[in-house]
T-cell receptor
Framework: AQSVTQLGSHVSVSEGALVLLRCNYSSSVPPYLFWYVQYPNQGLQLLLKYTTGATLVKGINGFEAEFKKSETSFHLTKPSAHMSDAAEYFCAVRVSGGSYIPTFGRGTSLIVHP | DTGVSQDPRHKITKRGQNVTFRCDPISEHNRLYWYRQTLGQGPEFLTYFQNEAQLEKSRLLSDRFSAERPKGSFSTLEIQRTEQGDSAMYLC??????????????FGNGTRLTVT
């Protein structure tokens, strides 16, 4: 079975500060990992995804994430937070060999202070 | 690409009533998913279709829930005899590839159900 754990339901940063949102996964086979963002009253939008190859993945809006197999992690970072980054962020995992149904974490709410 | 469309955006109903939600996926997308999202939680899988075939249902999908996707186009999710615990955001997503773990899910804006 696959699962993801997002540490911290809320993360608060100042505008211009580093953003770090944590995600750890559990999977018995090589995973495919995703980060989605959800703005208020909207659906989820893909930020970035790791499939194979390069472990550092760049996404939209200046976000990036690094796949670390030894740590079973896929943390999301952004060097400098902007007010418009305030949203809910979800980590998700899919594995091959099955129906590829994505499993989502509980989400982390990013709060950006001026 | 007009995106995934869900209707209605909001639905308030009384306990015991039936409700139906509609999802129009991106045209030519093979897969269609239904998820439920409650406050403070991530999306929880309910069911998915590959074209018109409903291939998997979660244990979360009780007998009061039924979903259809006639002709492999739009989909409906019906909840019979609604309960207060059904209050949630119901999300629909579609994806192009039928057998790919890396294709992108495109989500609609959801239908927020409130059962009073």
């Amino acid at each position: 079975a696959q699962s993801v754990t997002q540490l911290g339901s809320h993360v608060s940063v100042s505008e211009g500060a580093l953003v770090l949102l944590r995600c750890n996964y559990s999977s018995s086979v090589p995973p495919y990992l995703f980060w989605y963002v959800q703005y208020p009253n909207q659906g989820l939008q893909l930020l970035l995804k790791y499939t194979t190859g390069a472990t550092l993945v760049k996404g939209i809006n200046g976000f990036e994430a690094e796949f670390k197999k030894s740590e079973t992690s896929f943390h999301l970072t952004k060097p400098s937070a902007h007010m418009s980054d305030a949203a809910e962020y979800f980590c998700a995992v899919r594995v091959s060999g099955g129906s590829y149904i994505p499993t989502f974490g509980r989400g982390t709410s990013l709060i950006v202070h001026p | 690409d007009t995106g995934v469309s869900q209707d209605p955006r909001h639905k308030i109903t009384k306990r015991g009533q039936n409700v139906t939600f509609r999802c129009d996926p991106i045209s030519e997308h093979n897969r269609l998913y239904w998820y439920r999202q409650t406050l403070g939680q991530g999306p929880e899988f309910l069911t998915y279709f590959q074209n018109e075939a409903q291939l998997e249902k979660s244990r979360l999908l009780s007998d009061r829930f039924s979903a259809e996707r006639p002709k492999g186009s739009f989909s409906t999710l019906e909840i019979q005899r609604t309960e207060q615990g059904d209050s949630a955001m119901y999300l629909c997503a579609s994806s192009l590839e039928a057998h790919s773990p890396i294709d992108t899910l495109h989500f609609g804006n959801g239908t927020r159900l409130t059962v009073t």
